[in-house]
C-alpha cells in the first residue's frame, strides 16, 4: 500500500489562481522533521536537511 501526504486535498481546488497561492505558500512555508522523541518541528529547507542528517539512522527509516 502507498501512502501520500494527502496535499492535493487542500492545494487544489475551485479558483485556479487559488490554487496557484495555495502552492506556493505549502513549498515556503517549511519542513516538518519529527525529532526522535516524538516532538513536531517546522524548520526552513536547510535548517531540515542539517536536522534529518543528525537523526539517528534508524529514526531515518521512518521516513522512507
Known sequence: ??????????????DPKETNENYRLL?????VVQKEDGSIVVLPPVEAKKA????DPEHKKLYH
Open 1 to 14: 500500500m502507498i501512502f501520500t501526504c494527502g496535499h492535493c486535498q487542500i492545494v487544489c481546488w475551485g
Open 27 to 31: 513549498k515556503n512555508s517549511g519542513c
Open 52 to 55: 534529518f542528517d543528525n537523526l
